[in-house]
T-cell receptor, first 115, second 113 residues
């Protein structure tokens, strides 16, 4: 089991749909991440929130829109996606500063299929 | 920018064989080093990490890794693999004061029973 919870686990959507992925953690981490992962590939960083502010956007298309409502929640809003966006979307969290262990804690992911 | 190289992309072993997966990084300063594992259909989970101190670190499930600063390496080892070790293995490095790690491309390990 992981301490980062992602919903839904599976999502199928059409190219005109609007949907959202949700992520929650209660470890007090102040950095939260969205990654995209294709099969047998490393996770690709999409967005990083630090203290609820967007600190990194890795040139992600605007059809992906992140939101961090509070320190425990992270959303990824999806609109007008393309079939090539089909992937496993991973949420992760970590401490921000150098203190503590600093590793990423990953959720189980949301497997997205775009038809 | 930091780069992480995992030279073994696919490894196939029989049970009880020894395992060593290579990981090299480019940044020469202070680094934090991680190995993550992703079992089929599961999430990424931490195998072990190095922050400071003893360069030989032990992780879960009998894995260990050795940090060799002069070689910019953090190789993962296990003396005797099991079929259940079949998974993707990712090396990650955090450096330069950033809290965000850089991942290697991963190694796919298949262990035959």
């Amino acid at each position: 089991d992981t301490e980062v919870t992602q919903t839904p686990k599976h999502l199928v959507m059409g190219m005109t749909n609007k949907k959202s992925l949700k992520c929650e953690q209660h470890m007090g981490h102040r950095a939260m991440y969205w990654y995209k992962q294709k099969a047998k590939k490393p996770p690709e960083l999409m967005f990083v929130y630090s203290y609820e502010k967007l600190s990194i956007n890795e040139s992600v298309p605007s059809r992906f829109s992140p939101e961090c409502p509070n320190s425990s929640l992270l959303n990824l809003h999806l609109h007008a996606l393309q079939p090539e966006d089909s992937a496993l979307y991973l949420c992760a969290s970590s401490q921000v500063s150098g203190s503590g262990t600093g590793e990423l804690f990953f959720g189980e992911g949301s497997r997205l299929t775009v038809l | 920018a930091q780069s992480v190289s995992q030279h073994n992309h696919h490894v196939i072993l029989s049970e009880a064989a020894s395992l060593e997966l290579g990981c090299n990084y480019s940044y020469g300063g202070t680094v934090n080093l991680f190995w993550y594992v992703q079992y089929p259909g599961q999430h990424l989970q931490l195998l072990l990490k190095y922050f400071s101190g003893d360069p030989l670190v032990k992780g879960i499930k009998g894995f260990e890794a050795e940090f060799i600063k002069s070689k910019f390496s953090f190789n993962l080892r296990k003396p005797s693999v099991q079929w259940s070790d079949t998974a993707e293995y990712f090396c990650a490095v955090r450096s330069g004061g950033s809290y965000i790690p850089t991942f290697g491309r991963g190694t796919s390990l298949i262990v035959h029973p």
